[in-house]
């Protein structure tokens, strides 16, 4: 069992920064993709961003050049770090990691969200 919890959710205002976290713990291999997803009231969720094992990522085009992701292998964690933040960034803010267990199977493992809120 693998289990994901986000941090570093919150109130920023328009232009700020805020850096989100996201732990994973549990019987763990190696995690071959993180994601970071948002879901705003009313709307779907929808990729934000993603990174492979190897350092390869990819940026939904709303927050490309704003937002980065970056991950660290040995402490599995997987960060965001989000900068000229809008109001329409305004969501709450899921990781999904896939890979494999130590055992063998593989797993995809979503945590339970962080609240990020853009506002003056």
């Known amino acids: 069992q693998v289990q994901v919890v986000e941090s570093g959710g919150g109130l920023v205002q328009p232009g700020g920064s805020l850096r989100l976290s996201c732990a994973a713990s549990?019987?763990?291999?190696?995690?071959?993709?993180a994601t970071w997803h948002r879901q705003a009231p009313g709307n779907q969720r929808e990729l934000v961003a993603g990174?492979?094992?190897?350092?390869?990522?990819n940026y939904a085009d709303s927050v490309k050049g704003r937002f980065i992701i970056s991950r660290d292998n040995a402490k599995n964690m997987v960060y965001l770090q989000m900068n000229s933040l809008k109001p329409e960034d305004t969501a709450v803010y899921y990781c999904?990691?896939?890979?494999?267990?130590?055992?063998?199977?593989?797993?995809?493992?979503w945590g339970q969200g962080t609240q990020v809120t853009v506002s003056s």
């Open positions: 999904n990691l896939d890979g494999y267990t130590m055992e063998g199977p593989m797993f995809a493992s």
């Open positions: 549990g019987s763990i291999f190696t995690i071959e993709r």
């Open positions: 990174i492979t094992y190897g350092g390869s990522t």
